[in-house]
């Protein structure tokens, strides 16, 4: 079992940062792909960003890339999200999930965080 807990939502306005933490517990954190994933009223649940167990594959989606940028810390235990020129439009739930291939299917994956709130005022 897995559990993964996301930190670092908030308000900030166009053109900010944040920086999203995934915390999880387990001893198997270090052998799973992380992945990011955002949800916005009224919308599906959409891929942002995944890194493999080693940080060898990284995948953003098309809308984040040269914005957002994903780390991990196996020692920790932890996945990052770091959230730069925020847009309005990046305004959502943000959740953080565990699985065991590098796949931007939010199926694919076994674990998920409850989520913490990002909204980005224009």
């Known amino acids: 079992q897995v559990q993964l807990v996301e930190s670092g939502g908030g308000l900030v306005q166009a053109g900010g940062s944040l920086r999203l933490s995934c915390a999880a517990s387990?001893?198997?954190?270090?052998?799973?792909?992380m992945g990011w994933f955002r949800q916005a009223p009224g919308k599906e649940r959409e891929f942002v960003s995944l890194?493999?167990?080693?940080?060898?594959?990284?995948y953003y989606a098309d809308s984040v890339k040269g914005r957002f940028t994903i780390s991990r810390d196996n020692a920790k235990n932890t996945v990052y999200l770091q959230m730069n020129s925020l847009k309005p439009e990046d305004t959502a739930v943000y959740y953080c999930?565990?699985?065991?291939?590098?796949?931007?299917?939010?199926?694919?994956?076994?674990?998920w965080g409850q989520g913490t709130q990002v909204t980005v005022s224009s």
């Open positions: 999930a565990a699985g065991p291939r590098a796949t931007m299917r939010a199926g694919q994956y076994d674990y």
């Open positions: 387990g001893r198997t954190f270090s052998s799973f792909t």
């Open positions: 890194t493999s167990w080693n940080g060898a594959a990284i």
